[in-house]
């Protein structure tokens, strides 16, 4: 019994340590416990903080739009297993291509792949370089030869896309589907669109250029002039009766004072009536046409675009118009885009009558979007519609009067003889004698 109280004590030290033991249990699994939701708590932070960073970037890049899928499909372009496939595709390319790679061709058909993946034939990538020449060539005034040059890419070579009348090309004897093979010692081999243009245009006098004409298989060398060139697009004169003809090939920057500029000088010659010439324009810029309408309607609604989300935007014509004459349009299957707004416009304002076939239907409006490198991003943004709604998108402008006078290429004819159908009906265009379309605008605005 002695010995109780001694065990007693151990007892007590034993229940003394354990419920040390317990307490200091308690505040490890406190710790760990509080570290825990410290944690969890930090990730949902750093999960919403993130996404709602991505959504708005998403929002800000016009993605998130009326929630239609198209801006969701399109984020396929980041995602990781389009990157992991992208530096899978860059690491055989590195380790297994056998001739030296083009970085900066490559780069331009990556994106020119996307504008392709669209869908849309007329989106398209522009690198900076060419950015250039697209915006001279829509200004009309350049330094150069007076060409539209086409890369042909992986196909070899740098061809004659356009040779624009008047141009020192044009009067060197450079025709349609020359390919540039160099210039005095210079060589083009090995160079992109962009190369040889800046090539050329480092020329302020003449040199001579070689080229390989694939239709008579043969090489030729030509003396060209380099200089400040600008594309005439009105051709125009007075006829009989102050009947004013006016020829307009394409709606660009300076179009609008040459149009301007001719009707003025046929003003003064005693022009009581004006036929604009549409036939084979295929449009251009849409300020431009606006700025040419003005001057011909009252004042009023010009045009209206509408975009993806139903945003409406209209363009206006103030009442200061310099034609106050009867005015009649000729129009055909290769009347389109802005050619299209032109005669509907006159159309819907019944200022005068719409002659010819059917225009081509091209009622849809593209936007180019500069990117960070000078380069840039176009496709199609909205579509438009005359004052009066017409949708002419897929449907045309229905001529006032129907005259079928375009030559028709029989079946089975190639394409030479197509180009020289066309040429051959190019050339009866100016003269009532000769242009059925025309005669009939003529007799329509003379009441003949």
Same mark, same amino acid.
């Given at each position: ?42 990730? /949902?932070?750093?999960?919403? +903080? ?22 969701? $499909? ?19 390319? %590195? ?5 030296? =790679? ?12 996307? #504008? ?26 350049? @330094? ?23 141009? !020192? #090309? ?39 250029? @070689?080229? +390989?004409?694939? %239709?008579?298989?043969?090489?030729? *060398? ?7 060139? %600008? /594309? ?29 500029? #001719? ?9 009581? @009536?004006? /036929?604009?010439?549409?036939?084979? $324009? ?12 003005? %001057? ?30 009867? &005015?009649?349009?000729? =129009? ?58 017409? $949708?002419? @998108?897929?449907?045309? /402008?229905?001529?006032?009067?129907? &005259? ?13 003889? *197509? ?6 009906? $190019?050339?009866?265009?100016?003269? !009532? #004698?000769? *242009? ?13």
């Amino acid at each position: 019994m002695a010995d109780l109280p001694e065990l007693e004590q151990e007892e007590k030290q034993a229940e003394e340590q354990a419920e040390v033991q317990m307490s200091a249990g308690k505040s490890q699994r406190n710790f760990f416990m509080g570290l825990l939701m410290g944690i969890v708590l930090t990730l /949902i932070f750093i999960f919403v +903080f993130s996404g709602g960073w991505f959504l708005a970037r998403w929002q800000m890049s016009g993605n998130g739009g009326n929630g239609s899928d198209q801006g969701t $499909n399109a984020s396929v372009l980041t995602d990781p297993d389009t990157l992991y496939k992208l530096n899978e595709v860059q690491s055989l390319i %590195e380790q297994n291509y056998l001739e030296e =790679v083009d970085g900066k061709n490559l780069e331009s058909w990556l994106f020119r792949g996307i #504008a392709y993946g669209l869908g849309d034939p007329y989106a398209d990538y522009y690198s900076a370089e060419e950015m250039d020449s697209v915006m001279a060539a829509t200004r009309g005034e350049y @330094h150069g030869i007076g060409v539209v040059l086409l890369d042909m890419g992986i196909a070899g070579g740098v061809i004659v896309e356009e040779v624009y009348a008047g141009s !020192p #090309a044009e009067r060197a004897g450079i025709q349609e589907g020359d390919v540039l093979l160099g210039l005095d010692q210079i060589s083009f081999e090995g160079m992109d669109l962009s190369e040889v243009v800046s090539t050329i245009k480092k020329y302020e006098d003449s040199f001579t250029l @070689h080229i +390989f004409r694939p %239709e008579n298989e043969s090489e030729m *060398d030509l003396m060209v002039y380099c200089t400040d060139v %600008e /594309i005439n697009y009105v051709e125009y004169k007075l006829l009989e009766d102050g009947v004013g003809y006016l020829r307009l090939s394409e709606f660009t920057e300076s179009a609008v004072g040459q149009f301007n500029d #001719a009707v003025s000088n046929m003003q003064e010659q005693g022009m009581e @009536h004006l /036929i604009v010439d549409l036939r084979d $324009n295929p449009g251009g810029l849409l300020d431009a046409v606006c700025d040419i309408l003005d %001057e011909i309607l009252p004042e009023g609604l010009i045009v209206y675009t509408e975009g993806r989300s139903g945003e409406r935007s209209e363009e206006l014509s103030d009442n200061k118009r310099s034609v106050t004459c009867p &005015v009649a349009v000729l =129009v055909n299957g290769k009347s389109a885009s802005a050619s299209e707004i032109f005669a509907g416009a006159i159309q819907d304002y019944e200022i005068g009558p719409v002659i010819g076939t059917k225009t081509y239907g091209k009622g849809i409006v593209q936007a180019r979007f500069m990117l960070s490198d000078g380069s840039s991003f176009k496709m199609t943004t909205q579509t438009y519609y005359t004052p009066k709604g017409q $949708n002419i @998108h897929g449907n045309g /402008i229905t001529p006032d009067i129907v &005259v079928e006078t375009e030559a028709a290429s029989e079946e089975g004819s190639d394409k030479n003889s *197509d180009k020289t159908d066309n040429e051959a009906e $190019n050339g009866k265009r100016g003269n !009532p #004698a000769t *242009d059925p379309v025309l005669k009939k605008a003529v007799e329509v605005l003379t009441e003949k």
